[in-house]
T-cell receptor, first 116, second 114 residues
Framework: DTGVSQNPRHKITKRGQNVTFRCDPI?????LYWYRQTLGQGPEFLTY????????KSRLLSDRFSAERPKGSFSTLEIQRTEQGDSAMYLC???FGTGFYTGELFFGEGSRLTVL | EDKVVQSPLSLVVHEGDTVTLNCSYE??????LLWYKQEKKAPTFLFML????IEKKSGRLSSILDKKELFSILNITATQTGDSAVYLC??????????????FGQGTILTVHP
């Protein structure tokens, strides 16, 4: 499968625990995005990487959230001290873009987080 | 703050019907408007629109953008049960170092009955 891969697909955790999600983008894609989607809503932008540089973070991303993309390949999204409000689907997307050209975003199937 | 509003929020039709989904937006530094289809998994790309008045078509689906009135429509003709999904509209804004940052609407849930 050469699409965007995310794991784990499902994570159930207790409030206060830390969780980490991984995203493997399409190999030649230089841009990587994290979005969060709650039930009945469209995805909300969280953060964006071009290669290994994190270029933008949403105000939705509190200090408990951190994302990395070492070496410009896979990315991780860590949530510390999870809260019930963090329960959502976390979507990763990637694209190949140069300058102003973004290219089509390809989404992974998401990592669903449930915080008890 | 960028905003995208879709209507209706849900729609129930029978196979063979034609549907029109609406998307209006307010965004600074508009670059493009995109439509995605989401079944119980990842959103899949349908169309990207950047210019007003130019219809994009793919089979039974078509879409058009009006940059003056700030809206887009997605038409699906001769609907099939496989068209049942959430249809998401998103607008890409440009500014600073950020590209491909999408603001999504809440989606239209389309249900097609046999």
């Amino acid at each position: 499968d050469t699409g965007v891969s995310q794991n784990p697909r499902h994570k159930i955790t207790k409030r206060g625990q830390n969780v980490t999600f991984r995203c493997d983008p399409i190999s030649e894609h230089n841009r990587l995005y994290w979005y969060r989607q709650t039930l009945g809503q469209g995805p909300e932008f969280l953060t964006y990487f071009q290669n290994e540089a994190q270029l933008e973070k949403s105000r939705l991303l509190s200090d408990r959230f951190s994302a990395e993309r070492p070496k410009g390949s896979f990315s991780t999204l860590e949530i510390q001290r999870t809260e019930q409000g963090d329960s959502a689907m976390y979507l990763c997307a990637s694209s190949f873009g140069t300058g102003f050209y973004t290219g089509e975003l390809f989404f992974g199937e998401g990592s669903r987080l449930t915080v008890l | 703050e960028d905003k995208v509003v879709q209507s209706p929020l849900s729609l129930v039709v029978h196979e063979g019907d034609t549907v029109t989904l609406n998307c209006s937006y307010e965004v600074t530094n508009f670059r493009s408007l995109l439509w995605y289809k989401q079944e119980k998994k990842a959103p899949t790309f349908l169309f990207m629109l950047t210019s007003s008045g130019i219809e994009k078509k793919s089979g039974r689906l078509s879409s058009i953008l009006d940059k003056k009135e700030l809206f887009s429509i997605l038409n699906i003709t001769a609907t099939q049960t496989g068209d049942s999904a959430v249809y998401l509209c998103a607008v890409e804004s440009a500014g600073g170092t950020s590209y491909g940052k999408l603001t999504f609407g809440q989606g239209t849930i389309l249900t097609v009955h046999p």
